[in-house]
């Protein structure tokens, strides 16, 4: 009965003196720490802070000793005393130089964001092209004077500018639903490359916070709610290339801080008609931190660009001697675009167990792009050129309460989201020009109008190993549009609900491997011009998506990824706006390997690799005919780079692009390319950065953006179908100096 009583005594000792502790990393500059690692070394329970730099660790008694690290910081030991029991533990983290490793694979579904996180540390972005690089795996290219949004490559889509990849900022949508030049039209050139602090991605359709576009992925951009420090910078390089940027402190203090950022740019480009690229970014930023860890930030930017483009020229006068690789069929291509934003973030933490976060946002986009892509095919005696107009206003709302709690001895992580998007389009139009001067004909003119409703419901069950993450989506849609060039006023619209159902299942080995199995239904919505003429018919065609893979740490120094995923698309209509019409695709399906590999060599040196691997083809085609046109099978970048060996940094970056086909039976071949870039920086004393940038180091001919086209020139007999092509940019270096103070 004595030992008996002993070990009640003990047993209950131990219950009540075993205790939880919950607090908040925080950086210098009062900056939450996401993602770092909490390890109580005496009860070898452990923890990671969420978002918000929020933490609770379980199974916790005075003495004992917590080992907290994070990737970018300089690991503690925190003893525990008993007076930091009962109160949030808040604790700052010193910044030190990258290692590998620091990185902790997270138990959650897009664990991978660690790869950006190390990507900027190591490499920090100068280009808005630079931006959408540092997600792996996708693959960019410019086809319009640099004025018009990216053409996106990913996991064996050609996305276009945004079809199946939805793309954010601080919250607001990129994505333009109903865009006059294509559905889901993603411009990114309004984010000052400087000014990014976070990218978070995932690939497939696995998050329930992502609706409309999230079928290859989605790609969230955060930005600085500080600067450590102010920013002048100057370049100057070939073709014109001149950019200035000014980046200033207003206000620095522990409650609050605003600052302001501006960037100007000119190109000329390589062409030999001049690309006169003119862009202008505004930005400015206030965050205010009050009590009970509640933050609230404003952002306000605006952009405008004009410029002149050569177009996508054929093969065949090329290789006639008609023009040069750099030369233009039509060189009155071109246009303008702009946006300004107003965006409200707000995050509070209700209790040690949960948070709230919510956005509002508010922009007015502007449009107007001049395009000739068939020459004479339509008119023998002006030529087709037309003109793409849009003026936009947009609003939206997201919300999002995350809540931690214990089921037994089960995890419980819940996240419930709500919100809205509308878009009032005014002025959509397609017409038939002259010279960028006269409207031969109105071929579509209307006012567009596209509302979505939607709210979501995820949770995290935490079983041993294992985490279960179910979840489900609920989207709610109403597209509108009045045609103007009706006699008669007709405001048609049409509803349409999509549920998107969510399943994944993580295993953590331990913090160094985690494997993982994702599924998810997701969809992508087509233009509300579609939608009203379907009356609603396959508007919303689901995307179904599998991934299997893990992430590994074989040692300190190395870190990989890898997943083999599917991905089935059902039949939908696609709106090609660049002539005005419907085009059934039918069902899609692609299959294949993601592998990744980041390597630190030693302090200063550091080697990536990304590689997608894709079969992609059409389902109601022949073998033969099923080709999905310009779909990637194979696709790589990655580098190698140098940072912190004494004064100096810089690196040497590469991308692939293989062959793929231009058409439905494969007889006409997009020519792949292998690009390599450098740079090379130098730290002199007081601030001063001097630094110098290689584009196509190795001066390769090739093409950034081809299409397979049926066109006609001015004197030929009959259309041709071929390749036509953006000619990637020649041997192109640049200068710069930076002062930082």
């Not at 100057?236 to 302001?260: C, H, P, Q, T």
């Not at 390589?270 to 965050?287: A, C, D, H, M, V």
């Not at 947009?394 to 989201?417: D, H, K, P, Q, S």
């Not at 093409?703 to 953006?726: G, M």
Request: charged share 20%; net charge negative; hydrophobic share 35%.
């Amino acid at each position: 009965m004595k030992y008996v009583g002993m070990l009640c005594c003990f047993l209950l000792f131990g219950k009540m003196t075993a205790q939880e502790i919950y607090g908040k990393l925080i950086d210098e500059y009062n900056r939450p720490i996401e993602g770092a690692y909490i390890f109580n070394m005496n009860s070898e329970s452990h923890a990671h802070t969420n978002e918000m730099g929020m933490f609770k660790i379980k199974e916790t008694s005075p003495g004992d000793s917590l080992k907290i690290g994070a990737l970018g910081f300089k690991k503690i030991s925190v003893p525990l005393r008993e007076q930091d029991f009962g109160k949030s533990l808040n604790l700052v983290l010193q910044e030190t130089a990258l290692e590998l490793g620091e990185v902790v694979i997270s138990p959650k579904t897009n664990a991978l964001s660690v790869l950006s996180k190390i990507d900027l540390m190591v490499q920090p972005v100068g280009s808005s092209q630079e931006i959408l690089q540092k997600v792996p795996g996708l693959i960019i290219g410019q086809h319009a004077g640099g004025g018009k949004a990216e053409q996106l490559f990913l996991r064996g889509f050609d996305i276009d500018h945004g079809t199946d990849i939805a793309l954010t900022v601080d919250g607001m949508p990129v994505n333009m639903v109903s865009h006059a030049h294509g559905q889901g039209y993603s411009d990114l050139h309004f984010v000052i490359p400087e000014t990014v602090e976070h990218i978070d991605f995932d690939k497939g359709p696995y998050n329930t916070g992502k609706g409309n576009f999230a079928t290859a992925g989605h790609v969230d951009f955060k930005t600085k709610n500080l600067l450590e420090k102010n920013t002048v910078r100057f370049e100057y390089g070939d073709f014109g290339w001149n950019r200035s940027l000014g980046m200033f402190n207003l206000i620095s203090e522990k409650k609050e801080n605003a600052y302001v950022a501006a960037e100007l740019l000119r190109f000329d480009g390589p062409f030999e008609s001049s690309q006169n690229f003119s862009r202008i970014n505004l930005f400015g930023k206030y965050t205010a931190r009050f009590k009970e860890n509640t933050t609230l930030s404003t952002s306000i930017s605006y952009f405008t660009s004009t410029w002149d483009a050569s177009g996508q020229i054929p093969q065949r006068a090329v290789d006639a001697g008609l023009i040069t690789r750099f030369g233009a069929i039509d060189d009155t291509e071109g246009g303008t675009t702009s946006r300004a934003n107003i965006n409200v973030e707000f995050q509070k933490q209700l209790d040690k167990d949960s948070f709230f976060k919510a956005n509002a946002y508010l922009g007015k986009y502007d449009f107007n792009l001049f395009s000739n892509f068939t020459f004479f095919l339509e008119d023998g005696e002006n030529g087709d050129q037309i003109e793409q107009k849009e003026s936009r206003n947009l609003f939206g709302l997201n919300t999002v309460i995350n809540r931690n709690m214990e089921l037994g001895n089960t995890n419980l992580a819940l996240r419930i989201g709500a919100g809205f998007r509308y878009d009032f389009v005014e002025g959509n139009e397609l017409s038939h020009t002259l010279n960028r001067r006269t409207v031969l004909e109105n071929i579509q003119l209307g006012d567009v109008t596209e509302t979505n409703l939607y709210s979501f419901f995820e949770a995290n069950y935490e079983f041993g190993k294992f985490t279960l993450v179910p979840g489900v989506r609920l989207d709610r849609f109403e597209f509108g549009y009045v045609d103007a060039l009706q006699e008669n006023y007709l405001n048609q619209r049409v509803k349409k609900t999509r549920l998107s159902p969510k399943l994944n299942l993580l295993f953590d080995h331990n913090d160094n491997l985690q494997f993982f199995l994702k599924s998810g239904i997701g969809f992508h919505s087509n233009d509300s011009r579609v939608s009203v003429a379907q009356n609603g018919k396959e508007v919303l065609p689901a995307a179904y998506g599998l991934d299997l893979g893990t992430i590994f740490r074989p040692s300190p120094k190395w870190f990989a990824n890898m997943a083999l995923w599917y991905l089935y698309l059902d039949q939908e209509f696609v709106y090609v706006g660049d002539a005005g019409i419907v085009e059934p695709s039918g069902r899609t399906e692609r299959y294949g390997m993601d592998f990744g590999l980041r390597y630190q060599i030693n302090n200063w040196l550091y080697l990536n690799s990304d590689l997608t691997y894709t079969k992609a083809r059409s389902v109601d085609e022949p073998s033969g005919s099923d080709y999905i046109p310009l779909a990637p099978d194979l696709t790589m970048s990655g580098g190698v780079t140098i940072n912190g060996l004494n004064k100096l940094s810089g690196g040497i970056r590469y991308r692939y692009l293989d062959d793929r086909p231009a058409n439905e039976d494969n007889s006409i071949v997009a020519e792949g390319y292998f690009i390599v870039d450098m740079n090379v920086n130098y730290k002199l004393d007081k601030g001063l950065v001097l630094g110098v940038a290689v584009q196509n180091l190795f001066d390769t001919a090739w093409n950034e953006t081809q299409f397979a086209t049926v066109s006609r020139l001015r004197n030929e007999p009959q259309p041709i179908e071929e390749i036509h092509f953006t000619p990637g940019n020649p041997f192109f270096i640049k200068g710069s100096i930076q002062y930082t103070f």
